[in-house]
């Protein structure tokens, strides 16, 4: 059975830190590419960054970049983001999603974890 168990998210205040955690298990982790979304309410549902099987990792919007980090631990079978100088915009579930490195087809969605950024 395919799982993507999230955690790590929560409540912070402005200029805050989380590091979110995504453990993968019921399929070959390291032949995924994993990333994370967002989806704040009433929009849609917005890459933020994705890291490829080898290890090659990309932030998606310009005002993320500097600021969150995505890794992964094959040997774990977990991927993390790692979200720095949070802003009350950063306000959203954060979802991980892994697909296949060549059939893109085969993917998954973990439940989403709440982050909050709020004084």
């Known amino acids: 059975q395919v799982q993507l168990v999230e955690s790590g998210g929560g409540l912070v205040q402005p200029g805050g830190s989380l590091s979110l955690s995504c453990v993968a298990s019921?399929?070959?982790?390291?032949?995924?590419?994993m990333s994370w979304f967002r989806q704040a309410p009433g929009k849609e549902r917005e890459l933020v960054a994705t890291?490829?099987?080898?290890?090659?990792?990309?932030t998606d919007a310009e005002s993320l970049k500097g600021r969150f980090t995505i890794s992964r631990d094959n040997a774990q079978n977990t991927v993390y983001l790692q979200m720095n100088s949070l802003e009350p915009e950063d306000t959203a579930v954060y979802y991980c999603y892994a697909q296949h490195r060549t059939w893109r087809s085969d993917n998954y969605w973990g439940q989403g974890t709440q982050v909050t950024v709020s004084s």
């Open positions: 890291v490829t099987s080898t290890g090659i990792s990309t």
């Open positions: 019921g399929f070959t982790f390291s032949r995924y590419t």
